[in-house]
Every structure is written in structure tokens, then in C-alpha cells.
């Protein structure tokens, strides 16, 4: 199973895949396209990721959540062209109890945000387009540009 995905996030069937019938409590989060970044009007966006290192890295963050936690998890992350407006991720975390659900949806969010090496092409109002790689925000609190962006001349900050 992929935990990246080219395609909308369905969200009813993202929430059937992590709660089961032993299930009371089921915590999510969704990130969506926001029409800003940094004090810029943002038009649209673009995820890319090197798609094995990134899989592989949520579902580790997905095992560490449920040896944690009594908690079954699910979570899409989008890639591709994405709206103002289109979800960009999802993280669905079922327990038999609430707290541990909680607990476990933030964990999961932060950590995809933190770690998972998935790069952000963000096309302004402006006409320009800038660079974010997301899992810098969590190292150096702000952004940085994709690692090619500087030679494209498209560094955002």
C-alpha cells in the first residue's frame, strides 16, 4: 500500500480503513491548498517527492504511532498539481478510546511534516514560482528551497 497518492483523498474510505468495529474514538487531520505562503498570494501548487524514500518513511512513521498507541492509523499525502482548496493531506487515527486517538493523529501530522521528503512547487499570484521543502520548516523553523531550486533560480523563502 502507498501511502502517496496522484488522485483526491477520500476521506470516508481513508476512515474506514483505519476504524474497525473495537473503534470509539477516531481523530484526523486535513491539510488543505491555502491561497498563501509567507505573506504571497498563491494561485496553486505542485507536490513532488522521491516517491520510495517518502512512502517509506510515512509508513515508519505510521508503525511508530501504532507501537505508541493502541491505534490503528491511515494517511494520504497528495503529489501533483493541487488547488486552492484541494486536500494535501490526510491522517486518520482510530482507538477504542479518544485520547489515544488524539494523541496519535497529532504525532503522525508533525512527524510526516517533519521528516517525510516531499517538495512543494508553489506558483504565486504573481506569476512566479518558488520552491518549499516542508520538512525544513520542522529542522530550522522556516522554510527552504528544494535543493535544485537555487540553480533554477526559483528560491523561495
Given at each position: ?5 496522484r ?61 505508541r ?32 486517538a ?18 512543494k ?35 523561495s523563502?
Open positions: 500500500m502507498s501511502y502517496l497518492t488522485w483526491p483523498i477520500d476521506l470516508v474510505a481513508l476512515t474506514a480503513e483505519a476504524a474497525g468495529p473495537a473503534d470509539g474514538g477516531v481523530a484526523s487531520f486535513i491539510g488543505l491548498v491555502r491561497d498563501h505562503h509567507d505573506g504571497r498570494g498563491v494561485a496553486r501548487l505542485e507536490y513532488s517527492a522521491y516517491e520510495p524514500m517518502a512512502d517509506g518513511e510515512v509508513g515508519l512513521i505510521v508503525r511508530e504511532a501504532e507501537a498507541w493502541p491505534v490503528h492509523i491511515a494517511v494520504r499525502h497528495r503529489l501533483g498539481s493541487l488547488e486552492i482548496g484541494d486536500i494535501a493531506v490526510a491522517v486518520v487515527s482510530a482507538s477504542a478510546h479518544r485520547a489515544a488524539f494523541e496519535a493523529c497529532r504525532y503522525v501530522t508533525e512527524e510526516v511534516k517533519r521528516r517525510v521528503p516531499i517538495w512547487k508553489e506558483f504565486y499570484a504573481d506569476g512566479s514560482i518558488g520552491w518549499v521543502d516542508p520538512t525544513a520548516i520542522g529542522r530550522t523553523g522556516q522554510s527552504s528551497a528544494r535543493p535544485d531550486a537555487a540553480a533554477l533560480g526559483q528560491v523563502e
